[in-house]
């Protein structure tokens, strides 16, 4: 895995704007931080102090990056000649599981590897196009894809196509040493790291079509890259429900919330706010204001998805904020309960109904912080429960959809009496499943 990445500013103005709530540049950097990279070497032959103040202001980066000035480029990458060095386009937009994707296998006796995208001969202004044979890059253009004595066409011209650079290149350290050379002195692209790595060795492309990862070169791939960036903000452990309708509405809330100086904490505690408001409504009782109770709970539920997405898109998930998220959630959901059965009581003085609640109330409560613990805290897929039958009725829209169904056929008794039955079985899974980890842990000591 390579450790540096070279960030190749291209166009300044252009870094500076924002992408889903970040500056592109302050996005380029976090995804490859996330993907691995622990090193920064900013290449910008402007030494654009705007861009200096941006990263200087964010504590999770400025500690990671230096700049290249006065052409000390091959000094600052001259002892790294034993590991792969990743180049990326600033205004570059990419999971940062492509990382991971561009450095396995190693590059053997390849100098580069370079991700690209096939557009079916759609060519975005500006942006590198390269002819291919097979996988390996034969030449490469600006504008139109054309064969040069330095790189003639091999094999069967039928095999060739073209395709377009996608912001990433792994290269070795020696492959880049003319690059290295000129880019303190003029601005350079990918077409000319690529030209000069042609020159010295052989050049292998990664087809990242349907993956995201792409250069921002026009508005049209602002749109198409955030449209894919949004679509990665769904968890593993999303219900049908969550995925086909509340994921929709949660997304169109992330929208706005993500350009707001607000964060994801705050999104949670508004979140909660919304959910005690739903859990007086249930204490009044009667249909009507029951009614009312669900559909402020599952605005509450869309904003509780929302916090997550904003936390990802602005690299601000901390294991604190995953906490409070779950605290909030387990008060809300445990509110809602007990509410509604001191509500039933009230208005029919049903026997043991408040017990009921009170008991469905506490262990749900335990029931979820507990499964946070066992997925969040431990991070020990073997009792991680989301795989189990009792998971997928145990979760959030589970909860919400069966309170609505109950609520809307105007018996909440039932429910209550349903959740402490169902919620008793899920703790002793729950349980069994701390249990079969620790003991395993045992064994491999």
Not at 105 to 112: Q, V, Y
Not at 217 to 244: M, N, R, W
Not at 348 to 362: C, K, L
Request: negative net charge; proline residues 4%; contains cysteine.
């Amino acid at each position: 895995m390579p450790n540096l990445a070279l960030i190749l500013v291209t166009d300044p103005q252009k870094s500076l704007e924002d992408h889903a709530g970040l500056p592109l540049l302050k996005r380029t950097l976090l995804s490859a931080q996330k993907g691995g990279i622990d090193e920064f070497i900013i290449v910008d032959a402007d030494s654009d102090e705007r861009l200096r103040t941006l990263l200087s202001n964010d504590a999770r980066i400025h500690p990671h990056v230096r700049w290249s000035d006065n052409g000390n480029l091959p000094d600052l990458i001259k002892d790294r000649a034993s590991e792969p060095i990743m180049l990326i386009k600033a205004e570059a937009v990419f999971d940062p599981n492509i990382i991971k994707l561009m450095a396995q296998p190693g590059l053997d006796n390849t100098a580069a590897r370079v991700a690209v995208r096939n557009m079916a001969g759609k060519s975005q202004p500006g942006q590198c196009t390269l002819e291919l044979n097979g996988d390996d890059v034969i030449d490469c253009s600006i504008r139109i894809p054309h064969q040069t004595d330095k790189h003639p066409q091999v094999g069967n011209p039928e095999n060739t196509k073209n395709v377009q650079t996608a912001g990433l290149i792994l290269a070795r350290p020696d492959a880049l040493k003319y690059f290295a050379m000129k880019a303190a002195v003029s601005h350079l692209d990918l077409c000319d790291v690529v030209e000069d790595i042609l020159s010295v060795g052989k050049v292998k492309a990664v087809d990242v079509t349907n993956e995201l990862c792409m250069e921002i070169t026009s508005q049209e791939a602002v749109q198409e890259s955030k449209d894919k960036l949004y679509g990665l903000l769904s968890l593993s452990s999303d219900s049908p429900f969550s995925i086909h309708v509340s994921r929709k509405l949660s997304r169109l809330v992330s929208v706005v919330l993500v350009r707001l100086p607000i964060t994801p904490n705050q999104i949670t505690l508004l979140s909660l706010f919304i959910g005690l408001v739903a859990c007086w409504f249930f204490l009044q009782g009667g249909y009507r204001y029951s009614m009312l109770g669900a559909v402020v709970l599952y605005a509450s539920i869309i904003l509780d998805l929302s916090d997550g997405e904003v936390a990802r898109l602005k690299f601000m998930s901390s294991r604190y904020g995953g906490l409070l998220d779950s605290l909030c959630d387990s008060t809300v959901f445990s509110g809602v309960l007990f509410c509604a059965a001191l509500a039933i009581y009230r208005d029919s003085h049903a026997q043991n109904i408040v017990t009921v609640g009170a008991f469905a109330a506490a262990v749900t409560f335990i029931c979820s912080n507990f499964y946070y613990y066992l997925h969040s805290v431990r991070e020990d897929p073997k009792s991680d429960p989301a795989n189990s039958i009792m998971r997928s009725f145990a979760n959030e829209d589970s909860f919400y959809l069966s309170l609505l169904g109950f609520t809307l056929l105007d018996k909440l008794p039932w429910y209550l009496w349903a959740v402490a039955a169902g919620t008793i079985v899920y703790l002793f899974i729950l349980i069994r499943d701390l249990m079969s980890s620790l003991s395993s842990n045992v064994k491999t000591r």
